[in-house]
């Protein structure tokens, strides 16, 4: 059961041009929402979050947009640089019963970006 | 501020053989995570400790896996005995406390383990 599925395995863009990377979710109770970027033989590295009762977080060229009532979330980078070139992934973590977080993050398959010079 | 630390880096066994893998947190953060990550895949939770004590194992295999986090700082997760399909990225990450408010996890570089 995928709950989190980004479903472009890859995208290309030109420098300069914006990267828009999608992700779809299933579980309601999915409250917060993270994109992470991964280089070859590296971990994960936090780019940005947004909590469930915001639609919209920006962090210099990272904003990520989240709509709730079509359990989307997209993040858009601009303008996107060669160095941007990266896997990104997208995640989402719930509040467990009881109000409290456990932090426990679910991951999208993760999307290829490939920005051209 | 030091990232988490992870080693080995890369490990290469056979089939059935035992392996084990450290790490170590970011000073201070109380929550310590162990992922999977098969190739072409997102990380799949393993088992988190809050402090040293485990919150969620829900998805360890445990007959061939266990991990602990004894004086709740650095954590050793280890396969016994391993299977082709454990051939994967295992991933440590923390974060300061997961208890009260959305924080994001840190990860390390991973060890990437082979099985022959």
């Known amino acids: 059961d995928q709950q989190v599925k980004q479903n472009s395995p890859s995208l290309s863009v030109q420098e300069g041009r914006i990267s828009i990377l999608n992700c779809d979710y299933t579980?309601?109770?999915?409250?917060?929402f993270l994109w992470y970027k991964k280089y070859p033989a590296e971990g994960p590295t936090f780019l940005i979050s947004?909590?469930?009762?915001?639609d919209k977080n920006e962090d210099g060229r990272f904003t990520v947009f989240l709509n709730k009532s079509a359990k989307h979330l997209s993040l858009h980078i601009v303008p996107s640089q060669p160095g941007d070139s990266a896997v990104y992934f997208c995640?989402?973590?719930?509040?467990?019963?009881?109000?409290?977080?456990?932090?426990?993050?679910?991951f999208g398959q993760g999307t290829i970006l490939t920005v051209h010079p | 501020e030091a990232g988490v630390a992870q080693s080995p880096r890369y490990k290469i066994i056979e089939k059935r053989q035992s392996v084990a893998f450290w790490c170590n947190p970011i000073?201070?953060?109380?929550?310590l995570y162990w992922y999977q990550q098969i190739l072409g895949q997102g990380p799949k939770l393993l088992i988190q400790?809050?402090?040293?004590?485990?919150?969620?194992d829900s998805q360890l295999p445990k007959d061939r896996f266990s991990a602990e986090r004894l004086k709740g700082v650095d954590s050793t997760l280890k396969i016994q005995p391993a299977k082709l399909e454990d051939s994967a990225v295992y991933l440590c990450?923390?974060?300061?406390?997961?208890?009260?408010?959305?924080?994001?996890?840190?990860f390390g570089d991973g060890t990437r383990l082979s099985i022959l």
């Open positions: 400790f809050q402090n040293n004590g485990v919150v969620d």
């Open positions: 995640a989402a973590s719930a509040i467990s019963a009881g109000g409290t977080s456990y932090g426990k993050l679910t």
């Open positions: 990450a923390s974060s300061l406390h997961a208890g009260v408010s959305n924080q994001p996890q840190h």
């Open positions: 579980n309601s109770m999915f409250d917060y």
């Open positions: 947004i909590s469930s009762i915001k």
């Open positions: 000073s201070g953060h109380a929550t």
